[in-house]
């Protein structure tokens, strides 16, 4: 079968046309409910931001990172000639890992410095921190694209990846021991914060940190593993959704309690049965 040689997400590898079809299928799906959705999420948490909340502007600009990767992936499927869209593409995704990053700092800073917070957050230091997380981005992608051109040591390359990583779980774990100690927060918030921060952690970890890993190996370069790899992270804007979904109120607090009633009750037993 012919192959066809196709540029996505400036990493480069081969197609037949039978996995073309089926990434481009599986993208116009991702396209068609994920858009909508997302301009519904922006239009939703702009009116919260209109009555002085901050936290949902990093929310908002992690969802604008999202419609530019739409509208990227609207140009993989329609493959025009449009110089410079999969450096957009990338910019884009590592603008979303900076504002994820956003999000679990401002969670920890909430729970471990609350007077702090209170004191010092407002809506011009979150736009601030959104305007250089935006700045970063491009000079993160440029900074990568300069270590290859000049061979630069790999570890390098391997901080700049896994640096997001760090952070996330050190945010995490320190949430989780300032609430332990915390008796102020109500139990459905401590549960809402320790599942925001456990779902960043996971997105991160299986969609958007297996892509760099594997490209930093030569010999899966040309291999079906970048593929899929490349598919996970066109799933990541469907995550943000399910991520705000678990950073608002309502529905998703009988869920979470019916999870932890079910682990107490399972170690109770496990108690009662020793």
């Known amino acids: 079968m012919e192959d066809v040689y196709v540029t996505d997400t400036s990493y480069y590898y081969n197609y037949d046309r039978r996995e073309e079809f089926i990434i481009d299928v599986v993208t116009c799906i991702i396209i068609s409910i994920g858009l909508p959705l997302t301009l519904v999420a922006i239009y939703c948490l702009h009116s919260l931001v209109r009555k002085d909340h901050v936290a949902p502007i990093y929310v908002i600009n992690l969802l604008i990172s999202d419609i530019i990767q739409f509208c990227c992936m609207i140009g993989f499927v329609a493959k025009p000639e449009v110089p410079g869209i999969d450096l957009i593409y990338v910019s884009s995704l590592m603008a979303s890992v900076g504002f994820m990053v956003c999000i679990a700092l401002e969670r920890y800073l909430v729970v471990a410095c609350p007077l702090w917070y209170r004191s010092r957050q407002t809506i011009n230091i979150s736009v601030g921190v959104c305007v250089l997380v935006w700045i ?8 990568l694209v300069f270590c290859f051109s000049l061979e630069f040591p790999v570890i390098i390359l391997y901080i700049l990846v896994l ?4 952070l996330l779980i050190f945010f995490l774990g320190g949430t989780i021991a300032a609430l332990s100690a915390s008796i102020s927060v109500p139990a459905d918030e401590k549960r809402r914060i320790v599942a925001t921060l456990v779902l960043v952690l996971l997105i ?8 760099p890993i594997l490209f930093l190996k030569e010999e ?30 309502g529905a998703i607090d009988k869920i979470l309690a019916s999870v932890c009633c079910c682990r107490m009750d399972s170690n109770a037993f496990s108690s009662l049965t020793v």
């Open 163 to 166: 640096l997001p990583l760090l």
């Open 220 to 249: 899966f370069r040309f291999n079906f593993l970048p593929v899929l790899f490349n598919g996970f992270l066109r799933l990541s804007p469907l995550a943000d959704l399910v991520l705000c979904v678990f950073m608002r109120k």
């Open 204 to 211: 991160y970890t299986l969609l958007f940190l297996p892509r």
């Open 136 to 143: 970063l981005s491009p000079v993160c992608l440029i900074t």
